[in-house]
């Protein structure tokens, strides 16, 4: 719970900062209200780079989870690779 309120609180900070730099952008005349919604060249590749960055993450956490879920015995024990029984349950892992 107090990791979704921290995330939660630097994506608020985030947009703010966002919304704060456009605002002063507009006011001090550097960019105007069209510029906006203009997609350029940066900002394409920036897309896809956070996109291959989060299908990057799923793959690896999809990864880890089938890795560790070989290491679990159906009563949810962790085991080691050299144990041929589970301690809690002594069920064989074969």
């Not at 990057?56 to 962790?78: D, P, T, W």
Request: hydrophobic content about 50%.
């Amino acid at each position: 719970m107090k990791r979704c309120i921290v995330v939660f609180a630097l994506g608020l900070a985030a947009g703010t900062a966002v919304l704060a730099y456009n605002l002063w952008a507009y006011c001090c005349g550097r960019c105007t209200l069209r510029g906006f919604l203009v997609i350029g060249p940066f900002e394409k590749t920036m897309i896809g780079l956070t996109l291959v960055a989060g299908l990057s993450l799923v793959a690896l956490k999809a990864f880890r989870r089938r890795q560790l879920a070989g290491r679990r015995c159906n009563c949810g024990a962790m085991l080691s690779d050299a144990w041929a029984f589970c301690p809690e349950c002594g069920v064989s892992r074969r």
